[in-house]
């Protein structure tokens, strides 16, 4: 269900598709996409389901 805000990022003005900092993270090694355009971790791994935080940048960062 789609509310509005960035599921990477939590801002309001924009959907993960439309993410700038998806961008900076991807350039910065945090991540990257895979061949399904989906975020993962930079070992191609998706993000474990247990690491708290906010978005998918929190989550990465922890």
Known sequence: MKDG???FYRQ???YINTC???DMAI????CCKNT???????TGV??????????LLDRIEE
């Open 5 to 7: 805000n960035c599921r």
């Open 12 to 14: 309001h003005d924009h």
């Open 20 to 22: 700038k900092e998806i």
């Open 46 to 55: 998706y993000l474990p389901q247990d690491i708290s935080g906010n978005c």
């Open 27 to 30: 350039h910065n090694g945090k």
């Open 36 to 42: 399904k355009n989906h975020i993962v971790l930079p």
